[in-house]
């Protein structure tokens, strides 16, 4: 990895470029009355203090989620859900139509929506049939326009882990960013990456608080990495990302780090009991093996099962039409009695 040089893939607009400088970001210090920002000095009809913009590098937020992550301050990012650092990194590493990001299908549909609405052409390295990733086509694949890798594990739709030694590999042998994005990480018993962004320069992990933390309604995802790839971010992200709302509310529920894992063990429970009763089913031909709060499961009839369901008023998500998803429906693990309602409704069809 000694050629890694992050000023030679940063797109020489975005290193040349002056980012914003907002008011609140030119002041430090104590200040009683503040009459930079344009604000309504008056106060809020919302509630005491939303008058005033947030803090844009949401500092407190920022203190708290390395102390729990384990990493420095200065390594994390927070943008508007974890699909914000997706655009912001093609944004940041990639010229319109010259540098190019790989992706492995089946995975993430955001991917390639925020390369299309970036101008980015995308390599396609399929996944293996049981859904890990073909590292030696991958590597093959790289071009000197290449900047951008991007892993999902857990992945979404199929659910499992790629294999850490497969990860490391492309990591180590790749002169662009790898992104790994580990949304669903808090349901699969295995470190995080963000272990190893110390030792890769190269290595950006994606969590977020939409899934195991249950706040996907709040809008705020993370990034780690090391400094200089966090501070490319922040210099081209919108001044305020993250209302005030979200920092405070977030920041509260942080403190509920043991009830978290309460939930993620309550679904682990519910996953597992589910998996039984639709590998029971009849038309279940298969449910694929999975490290998160999801199933992939191959049915007999994909399309019409999935109109039997929404006519049940149970909706889940068809991946027919995705590669190597054949007949796949993904299935949100539910409550109790939602999976037995979603069991019940599968029984019926195929009775
Ligand atoms: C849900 C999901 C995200 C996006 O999460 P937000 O933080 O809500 O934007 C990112 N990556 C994967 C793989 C996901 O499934």
Redesign the pocket.
């Known amino acids: 990895m000694s050629s890694f040089d992050l000023n030679k893939i940063v797109r020489p607009n975005v290193l040349a470029m002056e980012p914003y400088s907002c008011a609140r970001d030119e002041f430090e210090g104590e200040a009683a009355i503040f009459l930079d920002a344009n604000e309504n000095s008056l106060g809020s009809l919302a509630g005491d203090g939303y008058n005033r913009y947030p803090d844009p590098r949401q500092t407190p937020l920022r203190l708290k989620v390395a102390k729990i992550k384990g990493v420095l301050p200065e390594q994390v990012f927070f943008g508007n859900?974890?699909?914000e650092p997706i655009d912001l990194l093609f944004r940041a590493f990639c010229r319109p139509t010259i540098d190019r990001a790989i992706i492995n299908p089946p995975t993430?549909g955001?991917y390639k929506v925020q390369a299309a609405i970036n101008e980015t052409p995308i390599d396609e390295i399929l996944l293996t049939p049981d859904f890990q990733l073909q590292t030696d086509k991958i590597l093959a694949a790289i071009t000197p326009d290449t900047k951008l890798i991007f892993i999902?594990s857990p992945n979404?739709p199929s659910g499992n882990l790629m294999q850490k030694a497969d990860i490391v590999k492309i990591i180590e042998n790749f002169n662009g960013i790898v992104v790994v994005?580990e949304?669903?990480i808090d349901f699969a018993e295995t470190e995080s990456f963000t272990k190893a962004i110390e030792k890769y320069p190269n290595l950006i992990v994606?969590q977020?608080?939409?899934?195991a933390w249950g706040m996907?309604a709040l809008?705020?995802?993370m990034a780690f990495a090391q400094k200089d790839i966090i501070d490319v971010l922040l210099k081209i992200k919108y001044p305020y990302n993250i209302n005030i709302l979200t920092q405070e509310t977030v920041f509260k529920a942080l403190d509920r780090e043991s009830d978290k894992n309460l939930m993620v063990k309550e679904i682990l429970q519910n996953r597992k009991e589910l998996i039984e009763q639709l590998n029971a089913c009849k038309c279940v031909e298969c449910t694929y093996p999975t490290n998160a709060n999801f199933v992939l499961t191959k049915v007999s009839d994909a399309p019409a099962i999935y109109r039997y369901l929404t006519n049940c008023g149970i909706v889940v998500r068809s991946r027919h039409n995705v590669a190597l998803c054949n007949n796949g429906l993904r299935i949100t693990i539910g409550t109790k009695e939602e999976n037995k309602s979603l069991i019940n409704a599968l029984n019926n069809f195929c009775k």
Not at 208 to 211: G, I, M, Y
């Open positions: 859900g974890s699909d993430y955001m999902c979404n994005d949304a669903y994606l977020t608080f939409s899934k996907a809008r705020c995802g």
